[in-house]
């Protein structure tokens, strides 16, 4: 992949980026002020009983303090922040802490011991509808992409728009308080060295913001005789086990997959050529649908890969990817109305 055409101009801000800017005045310890107390015409500003109060100050006033913003995750999300932050707000001390050693979160890569190694790890939705709007990219080799395509894309965004700057990795938040009178975040980080031993420190913040993300933390269904089963257990997201766990091994097993999620269908055709059998168990029936072709081609599948005449076309005129994108986003609006 080469080229990320970055999309100046005007934007909108998210809640959460207008909430950053409400800054707190100079003199106080306190947290910033409540968007919605004027239009609502509440008064949220009288002193706490813990000693501090939440201050009306205007958005964008030089006089105001800097604000320090703990994230935790340098995933898709906390990518995101970082620019939007970086974009929307400034006068703000901005530090994201992520447990892994690289960005990426889910996509951290198929080839590293961190995330997800199952066969076929890959996004269920088309590729461009996937990327940022503020870092257009015209040279997607497929349709869908696999994680390692994912996890290259976003190394490369935060590398040409120069996000690593906020970001610590092999850092896990392990405890956050917060301190009523102080107004502020309290934040305890495990951090492993180079030499891998560990360290604990504490940081401090006025916003901490989780960008974790839900598929972070995975848990096996409760089946009966699921612990005394003799054969091997892998969750698709359990990283460990798929790392020992290699195609080379498939060969002599039978192969019981269970579930319809997006991993399922993944999982099941990466396995089935190399396993002895493999067998798939349903809850509840899939919709599969065709995706549009403004190409005129055949309907878009799995393992559609972009010609370099669409290519050519995506980077000379990146307006022809973002109708591309709106029209294949248009079209899963539809479906999930319907």
Known sequence: MGSIDRLEGKTESPFLIQGLKFFTDPESNTRPGNLFSEKLHVDYHNDAKTGYHIPFVPIGDPGNRRLKVITIGAGLAGIMLAYNIEKHCPNVEHIIYEKNPTVGGTWVGIRMQYQNRYPNAACDSPT???????????????????????????????????????????????????????????????????????????????????????????????????????????????????????????????????????????????????????????????????????????????AYKYTEEEKAIFKQDHRAMLKHTKANEGTMMMVDLA
Request: charged content about 30%; hydrophobic content about 35%.
């Open 128 to 302: 461009c509808t996937y990327q940022l709007n503020f870092a257009i990219a015209p040279d997607w080799e497929s349709y869908y992409s696999g994680s390692d395509y994912l996890r290259e894309y976003l190394l490369r965004v935060v590398k040409k728009l120069d996000l690593g700057t906020y970001m610590t990795f092999n850092s896990r938040i392990i405890e956050a308080r917060f301190d009523e009178r102080k107004g502020t975040w309290e934040v305890k980080i495990e951090q492993t060295t180079n030499d891998g031993n560990k360290k604990i420190f504490t940081d401090e913040c006025d916003l901490l913001l989780g960008a974790v993300g839900i598929l972070d933390r995975w848990e096996y269904p409760k089946i009966p005789g699921l612990e005394s089963f003799k054969g091997r257990v892998i969750h698709t997201a359990d990283r460990a086990k798929w790392e020992d766990y290699t195609k080379d091994k498939w060969a002599n097993d039978e192969v019981v997959v269970i579930g319809s999620g997006a991993s399922a269908y993944q999982v099941v055709p990466g396995m089935q050529p190399y396993a002895k059998r493999v067998h798939s168990f349903l809850r509840t029936p899939a919709w599969f649908f065709a995706q549009p072709d403004e190409f005129g081609g055949d309907p878009r599948d799995q």
